[in-house]
């Protein structure tokens, strides 16, 4: 399960919430899933968690409280369960005693704009006419490669 933005949807009125209700609609998978509060999600997602091995990659966290929302305690998961957390602030990692992080390395500018391009073109160069807007697509990125 792929939750994107974690950090600006959850900005958002009831926004941790709706990201629980998309955890658990992936994980269930079936009909119509009710999801009044934080808490009732946490405990929505605890026990459909333990029952499953998952693969769960929570995009752009920037708060504590995302991460006890939705990938609170160990003992949350079953055995074989990855959680990767994406964020920009280390120390929110070790806040949560995250166990095992991998720094990412900055993409160089001509890295960047092969993987843009071929995401964007599916090619290793801008198409004609759009490099000028590609190399602002990559000088925006700042070499982050889920941003490209």
């Known amino acids: 399960c792929f939750l994107f933005n974690v950090r600006r949807i959850s900005e958002q009125e009831q926004g941790i919430v709706r990201i629980q209700h ?3 609609a992936k994980l269930v998978g079936e009909g ?11 405990s929505m997602i605890k026990e459909e968690l333990s029952k499953k091995r998952a693969l769960i990659i ?5 708060k504590i409280e995302q991460l006890k929302a939705l990938a609170g305690e160990c003992d949350w998961f079953s055995y074989g369960t990855r959680i990767v957390i994406a964020t920009r602030d280390k120390y929110l990692l070790a806040a949560h005693e995250v166990e095992k992080i991998y720094e990412m390395k900055l993409l ?8 843009f391009c071929w995401n964007a073109f599916k090619m290793t160069r801008p198409k004609a006419n759009y490099e000028d807007l590609s190399n602002q697509a990559i000088h925006y990125a700042q070499g982050l490669p889920f941003a490209l």
Request: charged letters at 40%; zero cysteines.
């Open 108 to 115: 160089s500018d001509p890295e960047s704009l092969e993987l």
């Open 32 to 42: 119509e899933i009710k999801v009044r509060s934080v808490e009732e999600a946490i």
């Open 58 to 62: 929570l995009d752009d966290v920037d």
């Open 22 to 24: 998309t955890l658990l």
